[in-house]
């Protein structure tokens, strides 16, 4: 049995009909550039407005010659085939300081030297314990469905000890590994005609762009650079890359922040804006991890802005979902839109 239904009247009488920025439903079709998909996102809701305001705020941060860029990328971004997004963007100049991981460097050096990451999977025949195990007996390393033969990480520590450590004598800043890490890449690259690019931080090198690694010792980069400190004179210097870095942020006219993953390559992003006059006019991040746990990788960017990280009025955006699908879309949207 059905009743008929009068529309309810509920609501406040005054309100003139509600027509205020309607939802609209997303078209594709065969040949539609990344950043006219972007555009479709923007007449959707829940993530897809996400991800087209995370363009706009981006193509914004790059598109203004007048901003200095910070980009921070934590997580397994170069083992996931994400290394040659970031080294284009060096390459281009979109990246003014780029501050990662001990491990992302760690694994664009082994590709620059001519190892590989290989496809893999997540279990095997038996259950996710045996599949490891097996792994294990074989000499191979996992990253959830990326493999990574142990071999590597031997010709890893040779390029380390007769190329970089070498030319690191005395206590030096991490920024100044990286900078020699890059440099060797690159003439090993070179010499030895790897088929892939030589990297992320060999364009680094190349281009005068400082990486900062303030975790390296979370790392194999780290746990070898410490080895090599027992018989050598040889060590890092953890504070020597704040003066270069805040007076980067101090000295910006405009400053924008791009941010994907969290952990420290994140905070040590956000952070430099606390010693310097100004904050972030621009800050985009990419991530999985949500805010309600309180902590730093899941925090939003406007809790940043009670900081004092990031203006007032300044534009910030964040997508909730794996960077490796994220980051793509968004460079090249907005790099499309850019015209660069």
């Not at 980069?221 to 003066?243: H, K, R």
């Not at 994907?260 to 390559?265: E, F, T």
Request: charged share 25%; with cysteine; proline share 4%.
């Amino acid at each position: 049995m059905s009743e008929d239904h009068e529309p309810a009247e509920d609501h406040d009488p005054e309100r003139e009909e509600f027509s205020h920025d309607p939802v609209a439903h997303a078209a594709v079709r065969a040949e539609m550039t990344v950043d006219e998909l972007v555009g479709e996102y923007g007449d959707a809701g829940i993530g897809a407005t996400d991800m087209h305001e995370a363009v706009d705020v981006y193509a914004e941060m790059i598109g203004d010659d007048d901003v200095t860029n910070f980009f921070g990328l934590a997580g397994a971004m170069v083992p996931a085939g994400m290394r040659r997004i970031v080294a284009d963007l060096i390459r281009d100049g979109h990246i003014d300081a780029l501050v990662t991981t001990g491990a992302n460097l760690t694994h664009d050096a082994i590709e620059a030297i001519g190892g590989k990451h290989h496809h893999g999977q997540v279990h095997g025949e038996g259950t996710e314990r045996e599949h490891d195990e097996q792994l294990r007996d074989e000499g191979v390393d996992r990253i959830y469905n990326v493999y990574l033969p142990q071999e590597h990480f031997a010709l890893f520590e040779d390029h380390l000890r007769s190329r970089v450590f070498p030319e690191c004598e005395g206590v030096v800043s991490i920024q100044r590994l990286t900078e020699e890490l890059g440099r060797a890449n690159a003439a090993v690259n070179e010499a030895e005609d790897v088929d892939e690019r030589p990297g992320i931080a060999a364009t680094a090198y190349e281009h005068d762009v400082p990486i900062y690694c303030p975790a390296v010792q979370d790392s194999v980069l780290g746990l070898q650079a410490w080895m090599y400190s027992q018989t050598n004179e040889f060590s890092l210097d953890a504070l020597a890359d704040m003066t270069p870095l805040t007076d980067k942020a101090f000295d910006a006219e405009k400053a924008g922040a791009m941010v994907v993953g969290g952990g420290v390559p994140k905070n040590f992003v956000l952070q430099t804006m606390l010693v310097a006059p100004g904050a972030y006019d621009y800050a985009v991040q990419l991530t999985m991890d949500q805010p309600n746990t309180g902590g730093l990788s899941g925090a939003t960017l406007d809790e940043a802005r009670s900081w004092g990280k990031i203006e007032k009025a300044g534009r910030n955006a964040s997508v909730y979902a794996d960077a490796t699908i994220t980051l793509p879309l968004v460079v090249a949207a907005a790099r499309e839109r850019v015209g660069e």
